[in-house]
């Protein structure tokens, strides 16, 4: 089975190769879009440390879009909740997003067998819980039981992936064994969880309990609807931040938070209005932080109709639709956001070069007269999609338009957009963005395996079935990126949906503020090393 699939993708890889010498290769046939009047915008996109010698601001004021709905790490699928965690907490081992190592952090070595059904974690010794309980594998086997189910009280989001465990074995105080039902080649991802302590859990309960960590901060307070403060822990294991206490401030409107922090009433704004960033580029009293996200936007072709049933349809849409009109027109002349073209975009893990369709509307017109349609049998598409997305799909109608596709736009509201239009059914096409949780594989098995959640689409490939499945039962990382690059070949070729943009994560601060860790997506932003050069 394995030797017929390998040999149908280099079949598709030389298909791939033949439109591209016709004009529909990887992206290279777009103008980058210039970049925006005004010079080199003075933009961070690494978080530097606090500078040697300075004197630093105790308290830093840190501006959030909605109020705090749980303080711990598993009570809520909530931006504010994972990045208030990732201060409050500390994970069994971290993974550095610049170059997608595993890094020690509660653990400080493991190992596993060969086929990967067997993980070890050997853990330090010399780490306490904000409440001074002392931090053994007892905490990491609870945190994995308890959290691993939403059954369990407390637990909005459970962990990801404690379906594929056994048993989990304590060894000792400070060795811990994972016994999976499967290879799970990518495990470490999993691992990478916010430790509870049991004994706080279990004599406090999980509102109060959940929230006691062994992070750099320990949760002080919250005033709902208005803030939250926590403080550094000085008897955190590792490096002491040199802040010593953050608060976040509600502000829901976008425009007041850029007016805060002007004004001096807050040191950062996390998630800025996209509007609001091109006019801090130039400011020197304004440090802007900008980090590459895993979130793509991508156009959905429903392979369910008529239309998107046919592959020939599917390609010259992604040959006809112009990436930098919309990185252009939507997002600030390509400064908020860039064209994308693999689904799984530059900073996700496992991502793989892929020979994808650019722009080639005489190919994309001979494509759609081979389908049987041309501008005599003009092709009608219903396209879904929300406010945000709005000025996007109207791009998408005028380059349609260019290749005799005549698209009607029909605005939903956000709030349910996904539920409401699978009831609906009527859609053609839709404009959605892209999220990833747990391991590496987790995207494509929500987003385009025929039984994923986030899979609108419809679509139904035995052979991305095969390759998904050859992914998940590999014993190896080698074996599983080889697959898992075989897998973005796969929806570059058969275009069941359109990468368009990838995406940006923002930050503002004050022109004396540094340290933040946006990572590459909003619920692992850490602003555990935030700091403020006292003027």
Sequence with gaps: MKKRLLASLLCLAMLVGLLAACGGGGGTNEATPPPADGGTPAITTTPEPAPEGATFQSHI??????????????GEHATQTAVLTNSTFSRLVDVDTSDFSILPALATTWES?????????????????????????????????????????????????AAYIDEIVVEDDYTITFYLNRSTADWLIYASQKIMSQASVERYGIDVGGSIGTGPFRFESHNPGVS??????DDYWGELPVTEQITSVVIPDAAARSLALEAGDVEAVFAPAITDIPRFLHNDDINVFRAESISTIFLAINTGRPAGEDMRVRQAIAMAVNRNDIALA?????????????FINSVTMGHAPVDAFSLDLDAARALLSEAGYDANNRLQLELYTFALMLPIAEIIQHSLAQVDIDVHITEWAQSGF???IREDGGFDLYVQQSSQSGGVLNIIQ?????????NLMQYNSPELEALFQSALDAASWDEMMYYYALIQQHIAYEVPLVPLIQQYLWVLGASNVGGINLSNQPNFVDFSNVFAVEQ
């Design 418 to 420: 996904s539920a409401n």
């Design 61 to 74: 004021r840190i501006a959030q879009p909605s109020d705090l709905p749980s303080n711990t790490p598993y």
């Design 113 to 161: 067998n060969e086929d990967s059904t067997v993980w070890t974690f050997h853990l330090r010794d010399d780490v306490q819980f904000h409440n001074g309980e002392h931090f053994t594998a007892n905490d990491v086997k609870f945190t994995f039981e308890y959290a691993g189910s939403a059954d369990n009280e407390g637990i909005m989001a459970a962990i990801v992936g």
């Design 228 to 233: 939250w403060t926590i403080v550094r822990f």
């Design 446 to 454: 929500r987003f385009i395996t025929a039984d994923g959640d986030a």
């Design 330 to 342: 939507a997002f600030e002349g390509g400064e908020m956001g860039v064209p994308g073209y693999n």
